[in-house]
C-alpha cells in the first residue's frame, strides 16, 4: 500500500465502498504519472500553466513566496518534508497554497512551527498540512489551494486553484 | 459536503439592476448587517464597476477588507414557490455601524444555509413521524394533528391546563421570530392557559438574568461605543472571540489595541486615557484569551482561571478587596442603590483565603483584578470598566446569585449609565419577541423540576430545542424524560395494529399512570 497515493487510496475506497469496481486492476502509479492527472476542479477558467520553481531548490518547511495565477495574487509554496494531504512530489510533501484570507483578504503568514498560515487581521488559522483547513477564525472558506504538478525534471508547475481567492470574482481574472 | 470547502473557483456577482435589501444576521446576539442581493438565475454582473450591483471593479484584484467580496458561502441559488429560479448573495453590510462590512464565520455563511434542492440543505423532514411499532414512521399532517389534538384535548378536560408543559424556542430572526412567537404564546397561553412553560435554554418562563431586572439593571444597559470608550473590560464566562466574534473583534480589540484612542480622548477630554485592559473570567484558556494577549499584550490581559462554578466567590472577594481600598463609589452608592448595609454583612464578608482556596485563582492576581475595575484613574476620576458575561455565568445552577454577584459589583463600583460603563450580557436575540401574558406566578414554576419529580403535567410538548441540553440538572431530567416517554411508546407499540381510537385511549391509560407523551 505504501507506493499507492493518497488519491488513488481514495478512488480504489469509494470502489470498494461502492462494490461496482471488483476485477479493476489497481492503479500502481508512479509519483511522476499521478502528477500528469487532469485537475478534479470542474472549472471553465483558462487558467495559465506556469513553472514555479524546480524541487532542488526547496528547502524543507521553508515557505517560498510567489504568485499564481497573475502577479496580483500571492502564493506560498511550502516542501514540509513528510507526506501530508494532497501534497506532491516524490515525498507527497509540496503544496502550495493562497496568501489571502478568506475572510477577509488579511495578508497571511506561514510559521513553520505550526506548520499553518496565520491571519493578522483577525486572527485566523489556516493548516497547510491539511489542505489549508481552517483551523479556527471566522472564514468560511478553506484556503485556496494551487495545483500542482511535477515532470522528469523536477519543475514544479501550477495549473489551477481549488477555491475562490478572496477580492475576487472569478480566480483567473477578466 | 463540508460547508467549509466549497471548491468553486468563481461566483456570480450581481447585475446593476438586481434587488437588494437590507437584513439583520439571523444567528448570534451582536445584530450585524446585511445586503441581500436576488436576481434571476442565468443572468449576471459584469466585472466593470457600471456593470455590478456592488458598484465594484472585479477586473482587478480587491484590497483587503474592500467589503464587496462574494464568498463561495455567501453565494446561492433559490426556487420560488413558482419555479422561478434565483440567484441569491448574502453580504456583509460595510456600511453598518455594528459589523462595518465584517463577519463572523457564521453569518458569512447565510447564502449557504438557504433551502436549496441541490444542496445539503435540501436534507429537511417534511412530514410528522408517529410512533408504530418501536418506530419513528411518518405519517400525514391530518393523522399527527388530529391525533396531538386529541389527546390535548383529553388531558384539557380530565387534568386541567397545566397538565400540558411546554418547551419551546422563542428565538426567530430570518426564520419568522414575530410569527412564530405570538403564535406559540397564543396557543399555549391563550388557548391552553397554562402555566408549565418555559424556554428553550432554560427551566421555566423567565429571563435567563432576572436578578439583574430585580436589581433595577435595564436589560442592556451599554452600547458596543462602551467597549471602545472603557478603561477596562471584564469578559466572565464567555469566549467573544468565537461566540460574539464582531462585537469583540470590532468594538472591544480596537480598544485594546489602542486604535480608539483618539476617539476617548475626544469624546471624554479632562482624563488619562490609555488602550484598555483586559479581564477575562474562564475556566479555559480560550481563543478569547489568544486573542487579547496578541492584541493588548500579556501584560494588559488578565485571565483568571477559575475553577468551575466558583464565580459568586470571586465576584464577591473583588468586592470586599474594592470595598476595604476604598474604591467603592461612594456618591453612587447613596444615590442610586439602597440595601447597602445588607449587602456590606452578606457579600462584603467572603472570606479571602477561602476564595483563593476555591477559585484557584492567585492573591496577586485577585488583587490586580480589583485595581484593574476600579481603582481610580486620578482624585477625579473614576475608571470606567465594562462587565460582560454570557453562557458560563448564566447557565447554572446558581443562576440568580452569580447574576446577582456581578451586579452588585457594578453597583458597588458605579459601573453604570456612564460613557464606557456597564454590566449584562453581551446582548441579546433577534428574537422577533411578541407573546401574549404568560399566565402563571411570578417566580415562575421550575417546569424541569416538576417534570424530574414526576408531576404535574401529561404532554411535554418541545419545539426547536434540545431539552435536556438547556437545563440545569441534565441527568435527572433526561431520564424522567426518558423513563416516562418510553412507558408511552410500549403503549403505542402494544396497539400498533389497532385503530386512531385504540392508539388514543392507549396513551391516554398510559397517562393515567404518570408518563409524559
Given at each position: 500500500m505504501s507506493d499507492l497515493s493518497r488519491r488513488h487510496f481514495l478512488k480504489l475506497g469509494a470502489c470498494l465502498a461502492g462494490g461496482a469496481c471488483a476485477g479493476t486492476v489497481l492503479p500502481m502509479a508512479e509519483a511522476s504519472q499521478e502528477a500528469k492527472e487532469a485537475s478534479t476542479l470542474t472549472t471553465t477558467l483558462p487558467y495559465p500553466r506556469l513553472k514555479l520553481v524546480?524541487?532542488?531548490?526547496?528547502?524543507?518547511?521553508?515557505?517560498?513566496?510567489?504568485?499564481?495565477?497573475?502577479?496580483d495574487s500571492p502564493i506560498s509554496l511550502i516542501k514540509f518534508g513528510t507526506r501530508i494531504l494532497h501534497g506532491i512530489g516524490p515525498e507527497g510533501d509540496i503544496v502550495a497554497f493562497s496568501r489571502y484570507c478568506t475572510h477577509m483578504g488579511g495578508h497571511l503568514q506561514f510559521k513553520a512551527d505550526t506548520g499553518a498560515f496565520h491571519?493578522?487581521?483577525?486572527?485566523?488559522?489556516?493548516?497547510?498540512?491539511?489542505?489549508?483547513?481552517?483551523?479556527?477564525?471566522?472564514?468560511?472558506?478553506?484556503?485556496?489551494?494551487?495545483?500542482?504538478?511535477?515532470?522528469?525534471?523536477?519543475?514544479?508547475?501550477?495549473?489551477?486553484?481549488?477555491?475562490?481567492?478572496?477580492?475576487?470574482?472569478?480566480?483567473?481574472?477578466? | 459536503m463540508s460547508m467549509i470547502s466549497h471548491g468553486e473557483d468563481r461566483v456570480p456577482i450581481p447585475p446593476a439592476d438586481a434587488q437588494h435589501y437590507s437584513t439583520v444576521c439571523s444567528y448570534c446576539i451582536v445584530g450585524c448587517g446585511y445586503k441581500v442581493y436576488k436576481w434571476p438565475l442565468g443572468k449576471e454582473g459584469g466585472p466593470k464597476p457600471h456593470q455590478n450591483a456592488l458598484n465594484a471593479d472585479f477586473s482587478k484584484q480587491q484590497p483587503q477588507r474592500s467589503g464587496n467580496w462574494i464568498s463561495s458561502a455567501m453565494h446561492n441559488v433559490i426556487t420560488e414557490r413558482n419555479?422561478?429560479?434565483?440567484?441569491?448573495?448574502?453580504?456583509?453590510?460595510?456600511?453598518?455601524?455594528?459589523?462595518?462590512?465584517?463577519?463572523?464565520?457564521?453569518?458569512?455563511?447565510?447564502?449557504?444555509?438557504?433551502?436549496?434542492?441541490?444542496?445539503?440543505?435540501?436534507?429537511?423532514?417534511?412530514?410528522?413521524?408517529l410512533y408504530r411499532g418501536g418506530h419513528q414512521l411518518p405519517t400525514t399532517w391530518e393523522e399527527a394533528l388530529t391525533f396531538g389534538a386529541r389527546i390535548i384535548k383529553a388531558c384539557l378536560d380530565t387534568w386541567g391546563p397545566d397538565s400540558i408543559a411546554m418547551k419551546c424556542f422563542d428565538h426567530g430572526g430570518g426564520g419568522g421570530g414575530f410569527e412564530n412567537n405570538w403564535a406559540v404564546g397564543k396557543f399555549f397561553f391563550t388557548g391552553i392557559g397554562t402555566q408549565m412553560a418555559s424556554i428553550h435554554n432554560r427551566p421555566a418562563y423567565n429571563s435567563e438574568v432576572f436578578a439583574a431586572g430585580d436589581a433595577g439593571l435595564a436589560s442592556l444597559p451599554a452600547s458596543y461605543m462602551d467597549a471602545q470608550l472603557a478603561d477596562t473590560i471584564v469578559l466572565i464566562g464567555a469566549n467573544s472571540y468565537e461566540t460574539q466574534s464582531i462585537y469583540f473583534l470590532e468594538h472591544m480589540v480596537p480598544n485594546l489595541s489602542g486604535e480608539t484612542l483618539a476617539f476617548k480622548n475626544a469624546t471624554l477630554p479632562g482624563e488619562s486615557h490609555a488602550p484598555a485592559k483586559i479581564i477575562i473570567i474562564d475556566p479555559r484558556r480560550t481563543a478569547t484569551v489568544a486573542v487579547a494577549e496578541a492584541v493588548a499584550g500579556k501584560a494588559n490581559v488578565l485571565h483568571l482561571q477559575i475553577n468551575n462554578g466558583t464565580d459568586i466567590a470571586l465576584l464577591n472577594s473583588l468586592s470586599r478587596l474594592i470595598h476595604e481600598?476604598?474604591?467603592?463609589?461612594?456618591?453612587?452608592?447613596?444615590?442610586?442603590?439602597?440595601?447597602?448595609?445588607?449587602?456590606?454583612?452578606?457579600?462584603?464578608?467572603?472570606?479571602?483565603?477561602?476564595?483563593?482556596?476555591?477559585?484557584?485563582?492567585l492573591g496577586e492576581q485577585l488583587l490586580m483584578a480589583a485595581e484593574w475595575i476600579a481603582k481610580p484613574k486620578s482624585d477625579t476620576h473614576r475608571r470606567r470598566t465594562l462587565i460582560l458575561y454570557e453562557k458560563g455565568l448564566i447557565w447554572g445552577l446558581k443562576n440568580y446569585e452569580n447574576i446577582a454577584s456581578v451586579v452588585d459589583l457594578a453597583l458597588l463600583t458605579g459601573n453604570l449609565g456612564k460613557p464606557g460603563t456597564g454590566c449584562s450580557r453581551l446582548g441579546g436575540h433577534q428574537e422577533g419577541y411578541s407573546r401574549p401574558r404568560y399566565p402563571g406566578t411570578r417566580p415562575p414554576i421550575n417546569v424541569d423540576d416538576v417534570a424530574i419529580k414526576g408531576e404535574g403535567s401529561k404532554i411535554f410538548w418541545v419545539a426547536g430545542c434540545n431539552p435536556v441540553g438547556g437545563t440545569l440538572n441534565a441527568q435527572p431530567f433526561r431520564l424522567s424524560l426518558e423513563r416516562r416517554t418510553s412507558i408511552v411508546n410500549q403503549a403505542l407499540n402494544s396497539v400498533s395494529g389497532g385503530s386512531e381510537e385504540d392508539r388514543i385511549q392507549a396513551v391516554l391509560t398510559a397517562l393515567e399512570k404518570g408518563v409524559f407523551f
Open positions: 524546480n524541487i532542488s531548490e526547496l528547502e524543507i518547511r521553508h515557505e517560498m513566496r510567489l504568485t499564481y495565477p497573475d502577479v491571519c493578522p487581521l483577525h486572527f485566523a488559522m489556516f493548516d497547510a498540512q491539511k489542505s489549508g483547513l481552517m483551523v479556527i477564525g471566522q472564514a468560511t472558506d478553506n484556503l485556496p489551494q494551487v495545483e500542482l504538478e511535477m515532470d522528469d525534471r523536477g519543475d514544479i508547475y501550477a495549473f489551477g486553484v481549488k477555491g475562490l481567492i478572496y477580492g475576487r470574482q472569478a480566480n483567473v481574472l477578466a | 419555479g422561478t429560479r434565483f440567484n441569491i448573495v448574502v453580504l456583509p453590510d460595510r456600511n453598518c455601524a455594528v459589523n462595518k462590512g465584517n463577519h463572523s464565520v457564521r453569518g458569512g455563511t447565510h447564502g449557504d444555509v438557504l433551502y436549496a434542492p441541490d444542496r445539503p440543505t435540501a436534507d429537511r423532514l417534511t412530514s410528522p413521524f481600598r476604598g474604591w467603592h463609589d461612594q456618591e453612587f452608592i447613596e444615590t442610586r442603590t439602597d440595601n447597602f448595609e445588607e449587602f456590606k454583612a452578606k457579600n462584603l464578608l467572603q472570606d479571602l483565603d477561602h476564595t483563593l482556596r476555591l477559585t484557584g485563582v
